[in-house]
């Protein structure tokens, strides 16, 4: 485009010079030579004009195609105060309608204002922030920069989404908050504990039996907290990576389910189990997989009523859609949600799907708690009755869920229960390693 112009003025130049010359030599053997160099120096003077135009035209069209290539929000104020171009991402940011509106009728913050006026001022670089205030709030770091140009100087505004690094350093604060609430908690209580058995209960051995058993509970408490913490922690750090080995996620469920048999039986909660003939292999890691049945199924068994059940099913060889499908059991007042969502699947990678779905019969949750469940430390206490576990369960699922490349649903209605389903790329691949669990061969 830009030589396309350049083309076009010279061979403009190259006309005029011909005219030019052409009205000189006529002027001149004529005997009007004073009228010739008036006419010459006119002509020079339009031809200056015309170029000088060209050029701004020129710059102002690169300017332009620049900034509107440009991926995050930028904005270019010309020296009259005017928002002269705005990509895509500016004019969705501050809903700008119409062309070349004022900066300060578009921006109604003073720090963003000043800043391009200072730039402008001081001809140099203005780094400033700005917060985009809507349904949810989005965090930028900005640089205005003066730009010299042919026809004026302007000052470009760059501007760079800080958003989810805003949110992960909220997160990080809210974690440090949660888990220091909840390790003082029963550290509190048994430095109570411990100050009464010393005091007034130091020759009361009924009291101490009892106040040894709710210590127990209080340090098992903390143990599960740490334990899960650092479940966590390993597999976030690792998330990035997928899972190199095969596993049989039907016979890792069963190892959960009868480890978890007497903990039903104690509430009791009758465990079903319904699984594909055959194997089910997933591309996965064994014990990872093995934290998400747990949890899963643990969830489960605390939150059904007495005399409730527990349905778990394994089900393999479906498609994508079918799988994400069936994650949940399809109650017509249901409120469902994906946690996690796999990536999207090119050729050459798993085209089959795992499903491991995991219901009650308790309470439900309501639909307006559902994205919040995989919070680290949230728990729906009005919809799941008491407050239970760490806290830290559903998120060690999703990140365990994430890493695998899988789906991770949930579907409830109240009054009906609740269905988690998670969804794995199936196996074998040749060229991945096959772990089994031991005795998944026997027989």
Same mark, same amino acid.
């Given at each position: ?8 003025? !010279? ?6 010079? !011909? ?97 391009? $006026? ?157 699984? !594909? ?8 890691? &064994? ?88 919070? &680290? ?48 790329? $199936? ?17």
């Amino acid at each position: 485009m830009i030589l396309a112009l350049v083309g076009a003025t !010279s061979a403009w130049a190259a006309l005029l010079a !011909s005219c030019v010359v052409g009205a000189f030599f006529f002027a001149y053997f004529s005997g009007t030579s004073d009228l010739a160099a008036e006419a010459l120096r006119s002509t020079h003077a339009a031809m200056r004009d015309d170029e000088r135009k060209a050029r701004v035209d020129s710059e102002r069209r690169f300017r332009l195609a620049m900034i509107e290539a440009l991926p995050e929000p930028v904005l270019y104020i010309d020296s009259l105060g005017k928002v002269e171009a705005a990509n895509e991402s500016a004019r969705r940011v501050f809903r700008i309608v119409g062309p070349e509106p004022l900066l300060s009728v578009v921006v109604r913050r003073a720090e963003f204002v000043d800043a391009v $006026s200072e730039a402008r001022r001081s001809g140099a670089p203005q780094i400033f922030g700005f917060v985009d205030r809507g349904e949810t709030d989005r965090h930028y770091s900005c640089v205005a920069a003066p730009l010299l140009t042919t026809a004026s100087s302007g000052v470009l505004v760059t501007m760079h989404d800080l958003t989810d690094v805003k949110r992960a350093e909220l997160a990080r604060v809210d974690f440090l908050a949660n888990a220091s609430h909840e390790l003082r908690t029963p550290l509190t209580s048994l430095a109570g504990f411990i100050e009464t058995m010393r005091g007034s209960a130091r020759d009361d051995p009924a009291a101490w039996d009892r106040f040894l058993e709710i210590m127990q509970g209080q340090a098992d408490r903390m143990r599960r907290l740490i334990s899960d913490l650092l479940s966590l922690s390993r597999i976030e750090l690792n998330e990035h990576r997928p899972p190199e080995t095969l596993t049989d996620l039907a016979v890792v469920v069963r190892e959960v389910v009868d480890a978890l048999q007497p903990v039903a039986r104690s509430r009791g909660v009758t465990l079903e189990v319904r699984a !594909s003939d055959g194997d089910v292999i997933v591309q996965g890691i &064994r014990d990872e997989l093995s934290q998400v049945a747990q949890n899963l199924i643990d969830n489960a068994i605390k939150y059904s009523d007495p005399d409730g059940v527990v349905q778990i099913e394994i089900r393999d060889g479906l498609d994508h859609e079918a799988a994400v499908l069936s994650a949940g059991r399809r109650w017509d007042a249901a409120g469902r949600m994906s946690i996690a969502t796999a990536p999207v699947r090119h050729g050459g990678e798993a085209e089959r799907f795992a499903l491991l779905r995991v219901s009650d019969s308790g309470p439900g949750i309501d639909r307006q708690y559902l994205p919040r469940l995989a919070e &680290r430390f949230y728990r729906v206490d009005p919809g799941r009755g008491l407050r239970r576990g760490t806290g830290l369960g559903l998120a060690i699922v999703k990140h365990v869920v994430t890493r695998h490349r899988g789906d991770f649903v949930v579907e409830s209605e109240l009054g009906r229960g609740a269905a988690f389903g998670v969804v794995l790329p $199936s196996g074998p691949l040749e060229s991945m390693p096959s772990v089994r669990s031991p005795g998944s061969d026997a027989g």
